[in-house]
Structures are given as C-alpha cells and as structure tokens.
C-alpha cells in the first residue's frame, strides 16, 4: 500500500528526485518497458457476436430445426414462417442492446489528456498517456490528477473524488505520512491523489506510484472486465422452458413412432403426424412476442424517465426484492446545503431564520463575505462548502456580488488547515469589519464578546457552553458546522497576527448534502412492497446513519458497519449478518461488490443505484443496475441496465411496479401459448391413439400458434396495469413460471381446447361422413376461435372479465375480432383454402362451431367465482 510508505522510501523505491523529477532519457526507458499510461480492456463485442446472443437460445434452436425438416419435407411455406419469426426476435433485441459494453471506452475517455511533470529540473505539460512511474507530477486548481500519487507537497490542496470514493464533499489532503492500517478505506488515504479525480483547491505535488491499470481506476475497469453477463429471472425460467419443450418434442416422437408400429400403420405418415406434433408442442411466436411486449416496456418507461438499455431488465425489475443505493447524488441531492443554525440563543431550521433579526443577518452576511466561491445564475464555481453558503444568502436576497460592491475585501488571511480557519476584511462605511469563519472549536478560543439580542456583550463560559451544545447537536444530526464571528477595526492598515484575536462571536450554521423530495415515501412504499433499502457509500458512518435514520432506511447504529469490517467476516459470517444490516459506510468498489453478490447468494434479486465510477462494478455485478442519468458519469450509464433520466429514486418504484406488471403480462402470454399448445398435442395424440386420421395438418398448427395465437398474446402482453401490483410481495425467484395453481390452470384448460378440438372432428366426421378435409376445417376453426375466447379468462387469474372491463383492453378485442376475420379468410379465400386444404363452412358450422369455442372462457370465469368463494372460507 503506497500510502503507508514514507516518502524517502518512495523515492527510494522508484528511484527518482523528488527536486529535478526523472531524466527524460529513463522516462522513455519506461514509458517503453511499461507501457503508456491508459487504461484498457477486452476487445468490443462485434455485431455478429451480439446477433449470435440473440439467437444462441434453445426455443430459437428447436425452432430452426423444425424449420430445416419442414424444408427437407417440402414444406417451404411453414419453413418460412417460422425463418421470419427467429429473425424478427433477433432483430428487435439487437437494436435495443447493441450500444451495450462500453463501460471501459468511457473509462479510457477520463484518462485526460495533459499532465504538469518535473523532468530533467524543468516543469513540462505532457500527454497523461507519456507519465510514468517516478514521475513527479504538479497539481494545480482545475487539473486532472494523471494517475495515482503519493503527494509529497501540499499547500491547502483539495481534491473532488465523489465519482470514486463517493464522498460528498472534496478531500483534504496533507503530504505527511498517515497510520499503517490496511483498512484505511480510499477515501482516508489522505496522502494520495487518484487518477480521473480533480484538484478543486489548492496546490500541490506528488510522485506517480502507479499508471494505467495499476490505479484505482484500473482496478475498476478489471472489475467491469470480469464480472460475466448475468441471466435474468425470466430468461432462466425461459431456458428451462426450452429445454423442457425439447425434451416433450423428442418424447412425443418416440411416442408416435411406438404407436405406429403398434397399429401397423404407414411409417412415412407417421413421421410427417410426428412432426405435426413437434410443431404443435413449441409455440413459434413466444419468443419474438416476449421481445416485442419487453420492447413495448421500454417505451413506456422512457415516458416514466427511466431509459432501459437491455431488454430483459424491465422484466427484472418485477422480482426486486432489495434495492441497493449509494447515497451521495442517488439518495441526496449532492449539494451541500445549509439545513440549521444557532445564533441568538435559538437553534432551529434554517427556514426559521429571521433576517430582520441584526444577529440573524448578521450571521448569513459574515458567512457570505467570507467565502472565495461564485454564484452567477446556474455558475457556481469554489467549495462546495462555501457555495452552499453563498446559496444561503440567495435565499434572503443577499447576494454576493452585491455585498461585495457594499463591503469590498481590503485583505484577508486564506484558509488554513492547520487553523481551520479563513479571515476577510471587509469596508463597512467608515469602519472595517474583520470576519473570520471556521471550526467552531478553533474559533471559540479566539472570541471574547458574543453578539446577542442586538448587543455584544462578553463571552462567559455558559454562553460558550450553549455554543458547544448546539455544536453538538447538529454534529449528532451528521452536519457540517461552521461558526462566524466578527470584530470592528478603525483602518485597515491592521497587522495580520492580530486579525484573529478578540472577535465577537455570531453563530453555528450546520449543512449536509440533504436527502432528495419524495426519497422518503419512496423507501416507504418498497418497504410495504416487500422491497428491502439498503444505503452503500463511501462516507463517513455517523453521516450515512444520519441519512439512512431520516430516510427510514436504519433505526439503530447496529445497522450499521463500515465497508473493511464487512471485509474482514468469512463468507459464512457475512451471509448470516446481512440481512440485518442496512447502511454500508466507507466502502470500496471492491466491498460494494462483495456485498452485492453477498446479496445475491442469499437467494436475492438485487437492484443496484449508484452514479460514479465507484459504483460501475457493482451496478455491473447486479442483477439490475440503475444509474443516474444528469449527475451520473458515463462510465456508470454504460456500466448499468437502466438509466434515470431525472435522477430520482423514486423513479425506481415506478419502474418496479411496470416490472411487475410487464412480468405478469408475459407470463399470462406464456400461459395461453402452452395452454394452448398443449390442447393442440391432446388433439392429436388422442385422435392418433383412437386410430383417427390426423385430426389437424401441419400448416394449420403454424397459422394458428404464429397468426391467432400471438396476435392475442401480445395484446396480453399489454394489458392494462393493475392497480393492487404493489400490494403484493416481490415473487420468488426461485419459483418456476407455472408454480402453484397456474400450472394447473395451465394443463387443464389445455386438455379442455384439446377435448373440444376432438368433438368438432369428431362431430364433423360424424355428420359429413367421408369427408375428412371438412372434419379437419371444423377442428381448425374450433381450434382457432376458442383460443381466441379464452385470452379473455386470462386477464386476470381471480377477477372476472366482468370487475376489469370486457373492453379495457382495445387491443385484446381487436385481437380478437381480427383473429375471427382472418380465420375465416383462411376457408374462404379460394387460394388460401386451397394451401390449408381447408372446406368452406355454412352458417350452421359457424354457429356450431361458436358454441364450442366459449366453453373454455365461461368454464374459466365460474372457476373464478367458486374459487374466490373457497378462499374467503
């Protein structure tokens, strides 16, 4: 750990002078052997690849091969149908992921471009690229840090490293050496500088210790190189699924071909009713409809300011049962902002402040002019500490610009790490005013008088008591204290050691980077969902907890454990502690990881937020991660499944809740397909086993799962939301798609549509005897429009069609009647009739066959009724 290491023994072991920096000949020695300083990473995925990982699916495989042997049997009409299929499912998912995996091209864009370095005793500005270890680099206000540094001068040197530590407020930072500790979290290295951060104060020096992927920043881009693609839920069960239908495909084969030597019948047909059987057991149209109603998700979340950058993560989102959140520009507003204040004798909300008060106003005046930061419009420029102070003077109308022209600065004494404190003086008519701002600690010593009820008067020990108290108080609430005092001078021709002495003290101000509008109830509504909030971030404990207990997030400091302590518990520890714990402080990106996937072992679907570099990894090791999209760096957009596009978390209860939805209107759509598909197997193997003749052709088992199947099942797809979706528990990962009675639900009505197919040929034989092409046209339509019917009952699987509206859903009903129309094109069209081998039907096979077609739906509605009933008993 370099920041243990005292700077001789750097020096020492770079072998460089920290006076005249590296001579330029052993800085090409080493740029040569080392290579240049940037960071990089595996090879970008091609198109053809991400085509390839759109299509390396078991149900598109089976598909394929029912394809080639529909060709081979000269089928070429069906063959092409189901082509059409895979490459539209292909297509849709490709455009939707193919700016995917480029995390690591945002990572080398923060490697910028110039750097201040000592070589040969001279200061020359070089490419970043060209520094090498033992570099001695120059920091200066406004500058990229290069790489990673031990700092061996600083002078008030500050440095922004939210986007790495996490930490909400810049860094101070010394060149002494700190405690050897090997959990000094990043953000406690103080004697370090890391690449990509940014110098926002001061000055200072430092000797490269580490280049390119050496750095911390380095270590994140492995970590996004490593961590490999997760499945989602749904793509898991979906897998399953296929290989289950496969197996049914190859046991039906068996079966017929069993049966056929048993009934010594003709072993070329029995191939092609094979096949027809195969054809019937996989519905062609699941996988383009989950793409297409996954892709309809998508738009309707971008209208909700969440951008969906992989497909199956809207359906992920459903099965969120934790929720992972860094807190700095995720949960707070990551803008420090001046929230109390003590002065007169009353400690209150800042709200409270009553300018009219002399004390009151004087307190916002001194802490406005005693500040180096800018405030112009939407400009701020300088600490953020001390734009949150110039923003409070915004807030009554006390501007900088114009106390400025009113009390013009005639000197000060800058701010001091080692005092703690910064001093100004400014013109206040004929007088002077001196004011000094600071820690309060450092600043009381240094008061003589307070400046109370409109009169200065002296300081005594109870009065400094009350201050303190007050201090404590807010310190306890994890803010930032700041106190003001004053003095009046005649010139301002005073002697600088003498400006911080004998001042009248004003008051406390208290800031912290404050939780965003509408975080509260948000966190509220997942925790009554079933949705567990979990604070992860690089600051301090006390100032997380602070948070995290406003927030409702943690109820006790037990909650609570710093990122090296969770390090330090064995896989074993760590998984039982977790679920009691909800705030993770001082955390690396290497210990936001852990916990994630800590998270994850524990049987968890787990969301991850977060907007900076540090974050990336993590988002990545998620099962969906969630970046913010204004705040949020591009290393963390590329990194995540989502984006935020108005950076509020509670745009992600928004998005559980069309997860839900999205997930139940899929698997609605999934259980009509096989429902239906398994009505088609009982057909036929039923009428196989009966010695019947093929009770439906190949091609009509095609149109009816690709044309009057998947018009009705993406308008399933998109239903309606429910508006209970968030009274219900998050469901269980690990419980497969037709689990409980859905899985019943599913093979009876498929044994229903099948018995019903059977009594339409059976009945069409029986009539028009002989007449096997108008028994089959019976079983095709009746086939058909049940199917069609049905979509109705599967709305919901408890209310009636009658309690959600037959007609809420407009596309289901168009569905529906443009099912009907193109099923009786298909037997009256002269063409078509003649491809289908179809007979034209009467009015009274119409009526016939209507009949048939809605016993599934009103069975299924007077289930719900007894089933309802059953469950209030």
């Known amino acids: ?78 063959a092409a149908i189901i082509i059409i299929v895979v490459i539209l499912n292909a297509v849709i998912g490709l455009v939707q992921e193919s700016k995917a995996e480029k995390a690591l091209e945002s990572l080398k864009k923060l490697s910028f471009p110039k750097a201040l370095v000592k070589r040969d005793g001279k200061i020359l500005e070089i490419s970043s690229e060209d520094v090498v270890a033992g570099d001695v680099v120059i920091l200066e206000a406004g500058k990229y840090v290069p790489c990673d540094l031990r700092l061996i001068e600083t002078a008030n040197l500050k440095i922004e490293e939210s986007a790495l530590t ?25 004697n370090m500088a890391f690449m990509s951060t940014m110098v926002t104060y001061g000055r200072g020096a430092g000797i490269a210790v580490a280049i390119g992927m050496d750095t911390e920043m380095g270590k994140i881009a492995k970590m996004l190189d490593e961590n490999g693609k997760n499945l989602t839920p749904l793509q898991v069960k979906l897998a399953q699924l296929g290989k289950m239908l496969g197996f049914v495909v190859l046991v039906i084969c068996i079966l017929m071909f069993g049966v056929a030597l048993i009934q010594h019948r003709d072993l070329f047909e029995m191939f092609l009713t094979a096949i027809s059987l195969a054809v019937a057991a996989i519905p062609e149209g699941l996988p383009a409809m989950v793409t297409i109603v996954l892709a309809v998700g998508v738009q309707r979340m971008i209208k909700r300011n969440a951008i969906i950058r992989k497909l199956p993560a809207i359906e992920t989102l459903g099965s969120v049962n934790i929720i992972c959140s860094d807190k700095t520009g995720t949960l707070t507003q990551n803008k420090m902002t001046v929230t109390k ?48 102070l110039i923003e409070l003077g915004v807030k009554f109308n006390m501007y900088k610009d114009d106390e400025n022209k009113l009390h013009s600065r005639k000197n000060e004494i800058p701010f001091d790490s080692d005092r703690k404190l910064m001093t100004t003086l400014n013109k206040f008519g004929d007088k002077f005013n001196v004011i000094t701002k600071g820690a309060v600690d450092n600043l009381i010593k240094i008061c003589t008088h307070i400046y109370m009820n409109g009169s200065v008067i002296p300081f005594s020990d109870d009065l400094k008591s009350k201050v303190m108290e007050a201090s404590d108080v807010m310190s306890k609430e994890a803010l930032r204290v700041l106190a003001a005092a004053f003095k009046v001078v005649d010139s301002a021709k005073i002697e600088i050691d003498s400006m911080e002495k004998d001042l009248t003290f004003v008051g406390l101000v208290g800031m912290i980077d404050p939780p965003r ?94 907007d900076g570099v540090n974050d990336a990894p993590s988002l990545k090791a998620a099962d969906i991660g969630v970046a913010m999209g204004i705040t949020g760096t591009d290393v963390a957009k590329d990194a995540s499944d989502m984006i935020l596009t108005d950076d509020n978390f509670s745009t992600i209860v928004e998005a559980v809740k069309e997860g839900r939805n999205i997930y139940n209107n899929i698997r609605k759509s999934i259980v009509f397909l096989l429902s239906c598909n398994i009505g088609e197997i009982v057909a036929l193997f039923i009428g196989i086993v009966l010695g019947w003749p093929s009770v439906l052709r190949p091609i009509h088992l095609l149109w009816v799962n690709l044309i009057t199947d998947s018009l009705p099942a993406l308008a399933l797809g998109v239903d309606p939301d429910d508006p209970d979706i968030m009274k219900e528990k998050p469901r269980d990962a690990k419980k497969g798609l037709f689990s ?65 509206g037959v007609f809420t859903n407009k596309y289901l009903i168009g569905a529906i009647i443009l099912g009907i129309i193109l099923q009786n094109i298909v037997i009256t069209v002269p063409f078509l009739a003649s491809v289908f081998k179809v007979f034209r039907l009467t009015i009274q096979d119409w009526l016939f066959v209507l009949l048939l077609s809605i016993i599934p739906l009103i069975v299924n509605e007077i289930g719900k009724v007894i089933y309802n009933k059953l469950e209030k008993k």
């Open 517 to 610: 509008e509408n975080v509260e109830n948000s966190i509220e509504e997942c925790r009554k969902s079933g949705i567990r909030t979990v604070m992860i971030t690089g600051d301090h404990k006390n100032t997380a907890f602070a948070i995290a207990k406003k927030l409702g997030i943690a109820e006790d400091l037990s909650q609570v454990i710093l990122g090296h302590e969770f390090d330090r518990l064995s896989d074993r520890e760590a998984e039982d502690k977790i679920d009691n714990l909800r705030v993770f402080a001082r955390v690396s990106p290497e210990h936001k990881v852990n916990i994630v996937k800590t998270l994850k072992k524990k049987g968890n679907i787990v969301s991850m937020t977060g």
């Open 740 to 804: 409980g009675r859905i899985g019943v639900f599913l093979i009876g009505n498929g044994i229903l549509i099948g018995i019903i197919t059977l009594s339409a040929f059976y009945i069409g034989n029986l009539v028009y005897s002989n007449s096997l092409m108008h028994a089959q046209t019976m079983a095709f339509v009746v086939l058909s429009v049940s199917q069609l019917f049905y979509t109705l009952s599967m709305r919901h699987s408890e209310k009636s069609i009658f309690e959600i």
């Open 341 to 388: 204040f003590y002065a007169d004798g009353i400690l209150d909300d800042v709200s409270r402040l009553d300018i009219k008060n002399d004390v009151h106003s004087s307190l916002v005046r001194d802490m406005v002019l005693c500040s180096d930061a800018t405030y112009s419009g939407d400009s701020k420029t300088g600490d953020p500490t001390e734009i949150a």
């Open 1 to 78: 750990m370099w920041f243990e290491k005292g700077v001789d023994e750097i020096i020492k072991e770079l072998n460089t002078d920290k006076v005249n920096g590296l001579t330029s000949e052993e800085a090409v020695t080493r740029r040569n052997k080392y290579g240049p300083n940037r960071l990089t990473g595996k090879k970008k995925k091609s198109i053809l690849r991400l085509l390839f990982e759109q299509i390396n699916d078991v149900l598109i495989y089976i598909l394929l091969g029912a394809a080639v042997i529909s060709a081979l049997l000269n089928e070429i009409s069906d």
């Open 166 to 190: 996490g930490e909400s407020v810049p860094s101070q930072k010394y060149a002494e050496d700190i405690s050897q500790n090997e959990n000094t979290a990043l953000g406690d290295q103080k």
